[in-house]
């Protein structure tokens, strides 16, 4: 597993241009050399997409990636005809209690492709975007992980995190007088809750591509609600 932290990079448009220095894996390599954005981007000016995955439990160290679904997004529009999904082979073996969560099945995944035989598509649609996920550390930690095992070399490049993002929000709430004094309960912060508090519509959980889209929405109603569009990206991701 990596061992950075957003505030030991501070600058991420240079720390990818280091790892593609670093990277023996020609993909890794092609991926950070697209780079990103520098820090002062404004959001509006920024193609994000939101990247959601299924797994086979929540350990990354010793669970697998199932289901991979993304979307292509700006403040202004989500492109629906830029998704794409896969279902992967996992490493490890498909419990029964993991089906039961995201309805996967093993007939699901006859034939499906690891997740080396998608790599290279899958880097392809990330390079150069802002990536935004809801709970980076199934997302970061996953595909970091994963590749370690399977190429071993490991992944990392900015994200921002929808839920980080409501989780801050609920603590500066929180220190407000009023909210102190009726000690309300902090709300949650799941996909499903969080959508709810912007008026989002209500999708069917554990689906990647799915979640994607519903990730790519809330991302949009919270720079509405919280933000500004001309807000630099800096300080929103990780």
Known sequence: MHNFTNKEILNWRAFLQLKAQLSKDKRLQNFYNQGTYSEDTLLCDIDFV????????????????????????????????????????????????????????????????????????????????????????????FLDSNLRALINEGIIFPMIDTMQIEANIQKKQSR???????????????????????????????????????????????VKYHFKSDTEIKKLWL
């Open 50 to 141: 939101a990247l959601d995955f299924e797994t086979t439990g929540l350990d990354a160290a010793k669970n697998s990636i199932i289901s991979i679904g993304l979307v292509h997004f700006n403040l202004q529009r989500i492109f629906c005809r830029k998704t794409k999904s896969w279902y992967i082979d996992p490493q490890d073996n498909l419990k029964e209690d993991s089906i039961v969560i995201h309805r996967i099945t093993h007939s699901d995944l006859n034939k499906a492709p690891d997740l080396l035989h998608i790599l290279e598509q899958l880097l392809d649609e990330l390079a150069g975007k802002v990536i935004v996920v809801h709970y980076r550390r199934i997302e970061r930690d």
């Open 176 to 222: 407000k007088f009023i909210n102190w004094l009726k000690r309300k309960p902090r709300e949650s912060i799941r996909l499903s809750s969080s959508r709810l508090r912007y008026n989002l519509p209500t999708y069917p959980p554990h689906d990647a591509l799915t979640d994607a889209i519903a990730t790519a929405e809330l991302f949009q109603a919270q």
